[in-house]
């Protein structure tokens, strides 16, 4: 078995689901936004504010494909199916797991968050959040291998199922 991908929006829960992959699996855990944390030097809203998203993207870009070369779970940003270059490394992949989820849940979950800060929802009201969600939602679709619905899961079951249907438990 290779690597497993978790893409999916803000709020999706994939750094929460990677975890809990990654203990159930054995495998190693990928975190792009704090590999990419790591290597800025500074929290990612900061480094959009001082040197902008362009900038960001290509970090990103950088560390997935670094990422992707590991047996790992691989949790992604949200905005990793927005470079075309880096769909088409998601598309080499067998494993790519969308985390679906009901953008009003999403909205909801984004703005109870404490713990992350996100500079492309922290400054924008709900509809422009959705908006951008649904900006990417085929690429997510068209991306993903395996689309599992979060909307109202606990993150075992999500967990639980996602191993079910790779047929590894
Ligand atoms: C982003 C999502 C964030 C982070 C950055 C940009 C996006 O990751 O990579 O703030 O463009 O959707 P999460 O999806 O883990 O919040």
């Known amino acids: 078995m290779s690597n497993i991908i978790l893409i999916g929006f803000m709020g999706s829960g994939k750094s929460t689901i990677a975890e809990l992959l990654a203990q159930k699996t054995g495998k190693e855990l990928v975190d792009l936004d704090a590999e990419i944390t790591k290597a800025i030097g500074m929290p990612i809203t900061e480094y959009f504010a001082t040197k902008g998203e362009a900038a960001f993207r290509e970090i990103e870009s950088l560390k997935l494909a670094e990422g992707l070369k590991s047996d790992a779970i691989v949790a992604t940003g949200g ?28 909205v909801q979950r984004i703005r109870e968050d404490q713990l992350n800060q996100r500079p492309l929802a922290d400054e924008k009201s709900d509809e422009e959040i959705i908006q ?27 967990v639980a199922e996602i191993l079910e249907r790779l047929a590894m438990v």
Not at 99 to 104: A, H, V
Not at 136 to 157: G, M, N
């Open 132 to 158: 951008l969600f649904m900006s990417r939602i085929h690429h997510y679709e068209a991306s993903a291998t395996l689309s599992i619905d979060t909307t109202d899961k606990a993150p075992s079951v999500v």
């Open 79 to 106: 905005g990793i199916v927005v470079a075309e270059a880096n769909r088409q490394l998601l598309g080499q992949h067998p494993t790519v797991v969308y985390l679906q989820t009901d953008p009003q849940v999403l």
